[in-house]
């Protein structure tokens, strides 16, 4: 088989020939890194290369399911040591930041057989929903290059889109998995809340809101990877419990007639999402009744109720003062707010101002709003369906770190989370899929939400509307 041919493989499959004898994990490799070579020039999604380190490690990978597949993980968590994390602040580039240990979840993917073959382009310190840091430069979206290609994991999502590599590393806490699967057209997985563990570094982090997953190019090859990684290492603070059966299963096998509700008002916002995201949602209800599920309207005033917009921003700020105080820590010296983006800096100002009581005020807040929101799984619904985001992919440079004063960009990123942050507070999984195309050729991705640890659920409508709807034959313009 060509290299060209393999490139658009998604990873169950390039396992298969591994296994089969037809390909090698180097020529697997060889392969991701001439399209790398190649591509990323144009892209700028991968920020780091450890290609000599890869193929000596791919002559001896794990005799896991994805044996030889080459993934790229995001500049951001996941670290492997000797390996530079930079999380897109300019000092820890200038500085050559690097790994001092293995992250829980790098460790079970190399277990899982999977070559880690690069690092690839994040915001600063994640808190963006577009993927332009100043340290780095923009990630462009394949489907145009002008175009935003999300964030916080657009570097990831790029790559996937791009066929540079068939699955990369992506965390998500407001939509920075699912934003850029939705606006590069790949598959993306928010899991439950505890169901990748954030060890050995951290229990959990910016509060409780961080997800760990992977974006993909199919359905199978996200339920399969979660299989892989999933379940809690000792000392994690909580963990999802562990499915009835293996995820991949949940992949090929229908669902039987679900309750699914869709909205498309951004909620807590007041906003109604642009008219090609409502289309996308309208198609896809239409499509869920001629698959025989229950598909209605849903208020969900749960969604709007008071308290989640103003009971995060404290929770965030003071993620971000921590985040920059653990870097004086780790760097042995006072880091002052003007080292990080104008936005960061002015997040980590009102961090420091923020009490502990505030603090605890607003986790407290969060988590009963999230009771009202989850209890609509209880009565009313099976799966929510809106969309992911509640406009096309934007233009690059639209939500640029210096393009706006920090107030406006906060904003601006606010309401392109808007669909998706609210289950980051809730924990519960939520995927994006890539069903619709606009009319200018721009991915729409729809997004379906489950009730806790419900992701066996959420897979089997995705492997069912994949099947109806292929998207497997989509590739970009370029």
């Given at each position: 088989m060509s290299l060209a041919e393999l490139r658009w493989l998604d990873a169950t499959a390039q396992a298969d020939l591994v296994r089969q004898g037809q390909v090698t994990p180097l020529e697997l490799l060889d392969g991701a890194i001439a399209r790398i070579e190649e591509h990323n020039g144009d892209l700028n999604a991968v920020v780091s290369t450890r290609f000599?380190?890869?193929?000596?490690?791919?002559?001896?990978?794990?005799?896991?399911?994805?044996?030889?597949?080459?993934?790229?993980?995001?500049?951001?968590?996941?670290?492997?040591?000797?390996?530079?994390?930079?999380?897109?602040?300019?000092?820890?580039?200038?500085?050559?930041?690097?790994?001092?240990e293995n992250s829980h979840l790098a460790t079970r993917l190399r277990a899982a057989g999977f070559v880690f073959c690069?690092?690839?382009?994040?915001?600063?310190?994640?808190?963006?929903?577009?993927?332009?840091?100043?340290?780095?430069?923009?990630?462009?979206?394949?489907?145009?290059?002008?175009?935003?290609?999300?964030?916080?994991?657009?570097?990831?999502?790029?790559?996937?889109?791009?066929?540079?590599?068939?699955?990369?590393?992506?965390?998500?806490?407001?939509?920075?998995?699912?934003?850029?699967?939705?606006?590069?057209?790949?598959?993306?997985?928010?899991?439950?809340?505890?169901?990748n563990s954030l060890?050995?570094?951290?229990?959990?982090?910016?509060?409780?809101?961080?997800?760990?997953?992977?974006?993909?190019?199919?359905?199978?090859?996200?339920?399969?990877?979660?299989?892989?990684?999933?379940?809690?290492?000792?000392?994690?603070?909580?963990?999802?419990?562990?499915?009835?059966?293996?995820?991949?299963?949940?992949?090929?096998?229908?669902?039987?007639?679900?309750?699914?509700?869709?909205?498309?008002?951004?909620?807590?916002?007041?906003e109604t999402a642009h008219p090609d995201c409502v289309t996308a949602v309208e198609n896809t209800a239409r499509l869920l009744e001629s698959l025989g599920h229950h598909v209605a309207?849903?208020?969900?005033?749960?969604?709007?109720?008071?308290?989640?917009?103003?009971?995060?921003?404290?929770v965030l700020a003071a993620a971000v003062a921590w985040e920059l105080d653990s870097w004086s820590q780790r760097l042995g010296e006072e880091l002052p707010p003007s080292v990080l983006e104008p936005m960061n800096a002015m997040l980590c100002e009102a961090g420091r101002q923020v009490t502990a009581v505030q603090y605890l005020n607003a986790i407290t807040a969060s988590q009963r709003w999230a009771r009202g929101v989850a209890a609509l799984w209880e009565d009313e619904l099976d799966i929510m369906l809106t969309p992911t985001l509640p406009a096309p992919p934007g233009k690059l440079g639209e939500l640029a770190p210096e393009a706006a004063p920090p107030e406006q960009?906060?904003?601006?990123?606010?309401?392109?989370?808007?669909?998706?942050?609210?289950?980051?507070?809730?924990?519960?999984?939520?995927?994006?899929?890539?069903?619709?195309?606009?009319?200018?050729?721009?991915?729409?991705?729809?997004?379906?939400?489950?009730?806790?640890?419900?992701?066996?659920?959420l897979i089997r409508l995705a492997g069912q509307l994949e099947r109806a709807a292929s998207w497997s034959g989509r590739r970009p313009p370029a």
């Open positions: 000599e380190q890869a193929r000596s490690e791919a002559a001896s990978t794990a005799e896991g399911p994805f044996r030889g597949v080459p993934m790229l993980l995001k500049d951001f968590l996941a670290h492997w040591a000797g390996d530079p994390v930079h999380g897109g602040m300019r000092l820890l580039r200038e500085r050559d930041w690097r790994a001092t690069g690092r690839t382009n994040t915001p600063e310190l994640a808190t963006s929903l577009t993927t332009e840091p100043l340290s780095r430069g923009a990630t462009h979206n394949p489907w145009d290059r002008t175009r935003s290609p999300g964030g916080s994991s657009g570097g990831s999502a790029a790559a996937v889109a791009a066929g540079l590599v068939s699955v990369a590393h992506g965390n998500d806490m407001a939509g920075s998995i699912r934003v850029p699967a939705s606006a590069c057209g790949v598959v993306g997985l928010k899991p439950s809340r505890g169901r060890g050995p570094q951290y229990g959990d982090y910016w509060g409780s809101v961080t997800h760990e997953h992977v974006l993909t190019r199919s359905v199978r090859d996200t339920a399969a990877v979660l299989d892989a990684t999933a379940g809690a290492a000792a000392g994690d603070p909580y963990s999802a419990p562990p499915p009835a059966r293996p995820f991949r299963l949940e992949a090929e096998t229908d669902p039987k007639p679900l309750r699914i509700g869709f909205r498309t008002a951004v909620p807590s916002l007041g309207p849903a208020a969900a005033p749960a969604l709007d109720a008071p308290g989640l917009f103003d009971a995060m921003p404290p960009l906060a904003a601006g990123i606010s309401l392109l989370g808007g669909f998706t942050a609210p289950f980051n507070i809730t924990g519960q999984p939520a995927i994006s899929l890539p069903l619709h195309w606009n009319a200018d050729g721009l991915p729409i991705g729809l997004q379906f939400v489950a009730a806790q640890n419900r992701e066996d659920l």
